[in-house]
């Protein structure tokens, strides 16, 4: 699936998708979803849409039991990448709409979660889940997937491999807002959003969390003397995060690149 860009601007057909927080559908429903299904298993996305044309007005509920269908509990893999294709045609028919409910099921899933302290959450989830959060210029759709992303971190029992594609997905993100060396507001926004993602992820997840090209990206945006305030936004980020988090937190990587002589004189 291919997540809408920040870009990407909404129709004037968007349906409300507002306040979907049931998963618990009638039984038209659960047929509707399995229509949707099979028509996903055949990457039909216009059979998709004529199945959702039926009833736009369940489209909030039926977003929500998707999404709670990925998380948490693992899914065969054929079934999962159906629902992937059918949130990515509602993303691209209806972008603002469907990212708004698919925010709020999240974070909804992770609160929920969190009386277990257990998550099995998709790599390709986390992937569209990481670059949306970064992009979107919807500051309630970023709010909500943020706050979805803090609770992600403070699950102990995390398979690392998710936490590995959603760092990949963010460096990716980064580098290419980065290949300019003049950003406009849109991109210091998400290139302060990446660093600060970076920076969490060192915090709760350790060395784990620690990669060399986002050490880089971190550091080149230290770099860019053209544009003082997004150096100042960077800086600010370790004793931000430092408020909430000890250093002891932060894997013999991290502290050990935090105090390599370049980092230290590009700080001062």
């Given at each position: ?5 920040a ?13 979907a ?15 949707l ?14 199945a ?31 629902i ?23 974070q ?6 969190r009386?277990?302290n ?6 390709q989830l ?39 594609s ?6 990716q ?16 926004i ?7 993602a970076?920076v ?12 060399e ?9 230290l ?46």
């Amino acid at each position: 699936m291919s997540p809408t860009s920040a870009s990407e601007t909404s129709t004037d057909g968007d349906v409300a998708m507002a306040g979907a927080s049931s998963t618990a559908l009638t039984s038209e429903q659960e047929d509707l979803v399995k229509d949707l299904l099979e028509a996903a298993t055949q990457q039909d996305a216009s059979k998709v849409l004529e199945a959702s044309s039926r009833h736009p007005d369940w489209l909030p509920a039926l977003l929500t039991h998707l999404i709670h269908r990925l998380i948490p509990s693992p899914i065969d893999s054929s079934q999962e990448q159906a629902i992937l294709f059918v949130l990515g045609v509602w993303i691209r028919q209806q972008p603002t709409a469907a990212w708004k409910t698919i925010a709020e099921a999240v974070q909804a899933r992770m609160q929920s979660t969190r009386i277990s302290n257990h998550v099995v959450i998709s790599p390709q989830l986390l992937q569209v889940w990481m670059k949306q959060m970064m992009e979107t210029q919807d500051v309630a759709v970023h709010s909500t997937l943020w706050e979805a992303f803090l609770t992600f971190l403070t699950l102990s029992n995390v398979d690392p491999r998710p936490v590995q594609s959603a760092l990949q997905e963010l460096v990716q993100v980064w580098k290419n807002l980065l290949q300019q060396d003049v950003l406009n507001q849109t991109q210091s926004i998400s290139a302060v959003r990446c660093a600060m993602a970076w920076v969490e992820l060192l915090f709760a997840k350790g060395d784990v969390a620690f990669e060399e090209e986002a050490s880089q990206l971190f550091l080149k945006m230290l770099q860019l003397v053209q544009d003082p305030l997004l150096q100042l936004s960077v800086l600010d980020l370790f004793p931000q995060v430092v408020e909430k988090h000890s250093l002891e937190n932060l894997g013999p990587k991290t502290q050990q690149w935090l105090t390599t002589s370049t980092m230290i004189s590009t700080t001062l």
